[in-house]
């Protein structure tokens, strides 16, 4: 198996982690979901930095930002699969 862009912990996520420097907008990325060693394609639309978050679909303002199986916020903005998740679209419930 290649090694992976992106790790994502479960089916439920609607986030994966990008794992790899320098990755860039229109990479055909290797995404790999660890609870069950599946693998499936994402194409970047846009530069992430490594250690960052990606949509793994299509997100609309309000809904909830699954990843390791759990609630870990909301989205502030529609965001577009493939497309950057950080402060500028995401914050915690929490505050």
């Known amino acids: 198996m290649s090694i992976p862009h992106c790790l994502v912990h479960s089916p439920k996520d609607t986030v994966g982690v990008v794992v790899v420097e320098g990755l860039t907008a229109?990479?055909?990325?290797?995404?790999?979901?660890t609870e069950n060693?599946?693998?499936?394609?994402?194409?970047?639309?846009m530069d992430i930095p490594i250690g960052h978050k990606?949509?793994?679909?299509?997100?609309?303002?309000?809904?909830?930002?699954?990843?390791?199986?759990?609630?870990?916020?909301?989205?502030?903005a529609d965001i577009k699969k493939g497309e950057h998740l950080h402060v500028q679209n995401v914050k915690t419930k929490r505050w």
């Not at 229109?26 to 979901?33: P, Q």
């Open 26 to 33: 229109g990479t055909d990325m290797l995404c790999l979901i």
């Open 37 to 45: 060693d599946t693998t499936f394609r994402l194409k970047a639309r």
């Open 54 to 76: 990606v949509a793994l679909s299509n997100v609309k303002k309000g809904d909830t930002i699954w990843k390791y199986g759990e609630d870990i916020g909301r989205a502030i």
